[in-house]
């Protein structure tokens, strides 16, 4: 009862109207001419040092901290002006009513970097439109256990999909002169606990697994802030640790942007400073003046430590113009209606068709004279998990409303069970189920279960697993529509059931796009960008977890600031190293429920023809894989081809196989299209010993439309 009550109480607060209590700053949005004026043409570098120099030291600092929870200080007296920012990646969240996109990991499934592209271009527009200059996203952190609250705002468990699909999503944002912000930098794979959950992971899982995303971000994608995460990583607090914000960010990989802080996870001021965090977030608790000055009098900081985060900062607010425009494009009007279609387009692309016994899907509209609609999500649809992620969208389309449009006014929809979370069945819901032509069950959960700050259960809740079963029972043509942030009990009621479709949260045009593919106006393309289990336990993460990731406390979600001794962290040890997702289950053999890259289509496809530019190469060469995909059946549709790469000869532990490359290719009934992808040098290296190589020897390029349906291997030999 108490962790219900804490849920709604924040849950509430997070995804209420508007989001009042997180976006204060929108009162004091008005449009801003305010910009500093320089006498000559100055280099960026040249401006930045012109303002600084005339600073105090006071108004270096007001600049560490933010403001009205939302704003970046400026200073007045030299016509810098304020920079807002708003969450997140699915929308803008936080300056009233936004267009809704699907949460970036439905956006995972559509395996489409054009469509990442689009979202990312419509959102930066939706920022310009709203005065907005700094996007609290794209989440990039990876997919370690199913029930993470926050999985649904990231990529998924594969570090070399989030890194393709990041990059044309940052570009996309960026191009429109809005600052993307990638994080949660580092480890952060769960929110139970967050504040005090240290993350204890080897180097080479670090390298291989949880940083490659942020570094293709930041190399790849341009991304100009990353936010450090609340954890600590090996025993040290992200917002204080040197090794990631300066060695890694910085030294390693070349980041010149800025770093930002996770809303309240500075807990001190001197370790922040020195570590390499340049803006503390929402306002400056630990990084303002009454703190750092004495500090910098003791000789513990200096000045030029405080110089260097506000050219950090500066420095990427001129490279988007957010210093030499008004605050807000009087031209934003125009593009909401593109705005919604790229939405919808992204939603149809994301279902995942799991399972189609029979072939029942998709249905045809002209028999059905009787559906059953049941589920807690087909009356108000939830359209994204909860937290700060959650976006109030100008319309919705709930899952009703779409299949109402797609059919005749005579066909009789009934609605059981909609409104309520206790799921005993009348006699009356008895006789609609049976009496019915086809029964779709909306199971899943809500922004209140599925939510950041708190994990969920691996289970569906309310005993939901009972409701399918007890209506595929009394139908055979039961259909479930999932929603949910990536994986979740299926074993117990699967088979039970007709077919099911993975539906994420699919933002405001939900309704339509299920709809669509329920009728087969669009045929599914979707593939998982997880793995889907039959137990728990048989994730290797899982067995190294806590037993109830849902449970919740008030400490837990509020997070304990000040010194260790107060905090109490605690370690959480990732001992299953690299073997996460498939690549655990594709190297211990264990059987999954549904692979990673999996998904039906309501045609078939066919990979042959597959040979490799080059059977032998050098360390440091490339060569290509080519292929013929055709589409053997009656429909148009779409396939994911994906590249996997099987070390044959690794003289350390390496997973099985993973993913290298992947295509979206859209074909025509009879169509065939030939395919070419790179085999890139890096693609065959690990990391060990400080360093990323290759050995020579054998490796085995895999074709596939999942990492366990491989159509075509070609064997490759690397010599030195």
Same mark, same amino acid.
């Given at each position: 009862?108490?962790?219900?009550? $804490?849920?709604?109480? &924040? ?9 009042? %209590?997180?976006?204060?700053?929108? $009162? ?8 500093? @004026? ?88 939706? *920022? ?5 200059? &700094? ?9 370690? @256990? ?26 996309? &944002? ?43 971000? @930041? ?8 936010? *450090? ?47 390499? +965090? ?27 430590? $405080? ?80 937290? %700060? ?116 949260? +699919? ?9 669509? @593919? ?47 001794? $107060? ?154």
């Amino acid at each position: 009862m108490f962790d219900k009550i $804490i849920r709604k109480y &924040v849950s509430d607060i997070m995804n209420g109207e508007n989001h009042s %209590s997180f976006a204060m700053s929108a $009162i004091t949005l008005e449009d801003c001419s305010i910009m500093p @004026v320089f006498k000559e043409d100055l280099s960026i570098p040249e401006k930045v040092e012109s303002l600084l120099s005339q600073m105090t030291l006071e108004e270096k600092i007001g600049i560490l901290g933010g403001r009205d929870n939302l704003g970046i200080n400026g200073v007045e007296r030299l016509k810098i002006p304020d920079i807002w920012c708003t969450d997140a990646s699915a929308g803008v969240r936080c300056y009233n009513r936004s267009t809704a996109f699907p949460v970036p990991l439905a956006m995972a499934a559509t395996w489409s970097k054009e469509l990442n592209r689009k979202t990312g271009e419509a959102i930066g527009e939706e *920022c310009r439109g709203k005065g907005v200059s &700094v996007l609290l996203g794209p989440g990039i952190n990876i997919y370690r @256990v199913p029930t993470n609250g926050r999985n649904f705002e990231y990529m998924g468990e594969d570090p070399f999909l989030a890194s393709e699909l990041v990059v044309p999503y940052i570009q996309g &944002v960026q191009s429109r002169g809005v600052i993307t912000t990638v994080k949660h930098f580092a480890c952060n794979n769960s929110d139970y606990d967050r504040h005090r959950m240290n993350s204890e992971v080897d180097e080479r899982t670090l390298q291989e697994i949880y940083f490659p995303a942020f570094k293709a971000a @930041v190399q790849k994608g341009g991304s100009k802030s990353v936010m *450090c995460s609340y954890n600590p990583v090996n025993g040290v607090y992200a917002s204080e640790n040197k090794d990631l914000l300066t060695g890694v960010l910085r030294e390693d990989w070349g980041f010149e942007g800025f770093v930002i802080s996770d809303w309240n996870c500075v807990y001190s001021s001197e370790g922040p400073v020195k570590a390499g +965090l340049d803006l503390e977030m929402p306002y400056g608790k630990y990084m303002n003046s009454k703190k750092l000055i004495p500090l910098l009098q003791k000789g513990r900081i200096t000045e030029e430590m $405080i110089d260097s985060k506000i050219r950090n900062l500066m420095k990427a607010f001129f490279e988007i113009g957010a210093y030499s425009r008004e605050r807000k494009d009087p031209s934003y009007n125009e593009y909401e209606a593109a705005h919604s279609e790229i939405s919808l387009q992204g939603a149809r692309e994301a279902i995942v068709l799991l399972k189609n016994r029979g072939n029942i899907l998709p249905l045809n509209k002209m028999k059905q004279n009787k559906i059953v609609l049941m589920g807690f999500n087909a009356g108000e649809t939830t359209t994204c998990g909860g937290g %700060s992620c959650c976006v109030k969208s100008y319309d919705k389309v709930n899952i009703s409303d779409g299949i109402r449009s797609m059919v005749s006014d005579s066909v009789q929809i009934n609605s059981i069970a909609t409104e309520k979370k206790s799921y005993k069945l009348t006699d009356e819901d008895r006789m609609l189920i049976s009496d019915a032509d086809v029964v779709l069950v909306s199971a899943g959960f809500s922004n209140v279960e599925e939510s950041e700050c708190w994990d969920r259960s691996w289970e569906l809740p309310f005993q939901q697993d009972r409701l399918i079963k007890e209506a595929a029972q009394l139908n055979s043509s039961t259909i479930v529509l999932l929603t949910a942030g990536g994986g979740v009990e299926t074993e117990s009621w699967i088979e039970d059931t007709a077919a099911l479709l993975h539906t994420f949260y +699919l933002g405001q045009n939900t309704g339509t796009a299920i709809a669509e @593919v329920l009728f087969g106006d669009v045929n599914p393309s979707g593939k998982l960008p997880f793995t889907m289990a039959k137990k728990w336990n048989d994730f290797e993460s899982t067995k190294y977890y806590v037993k109830k990731p849902e449970a919740i406390s008030f400490l837990r979600v509020v997070g304990p600031q000040g010194s260790n001794a $107060i905090r109490k962290p605690w370690t959480l040890k990732y001992s299953e190293k690299m073997m996460v997702g498939y690549r655990h289950f594709d190297t211990a053999g264990v059987e999954p429920q549904f692979p990673f890259g999996y998904g039906l289509s309501y045609t078939d496809f066919a990979i042959s023809e597959a040979i490799l530019s080059k059977d032998s190469i050098k360390k440091g060469e490339a060569c290509e894989i080519s292929f013929i995909v055709e589409n053997k059946g009656k429909r148009e549709g779409a396939e994911v081809v994906q590249l996997y790469i099987h070390d044959r000869e690794a003289s350390l532990i390496r997973p099985e196989k993973e993913l290298k490359g992947f295509e979206k290719v859209f074909l025509e009934p009879g169509e065939s299209k030939k395919i070419i992808l790179p085999i890139l040098p890096e693609y065959l290296e690990f990391y060990n010993n400080g360093a990323w190589s290759s050995e020579s020897g054998q490796f085995t390029i895999l074709i596939g439309n999942s990492s366990r349906q491989i159509a075509a291997s070609l064997e490759l030999e690397l010599t030195d």
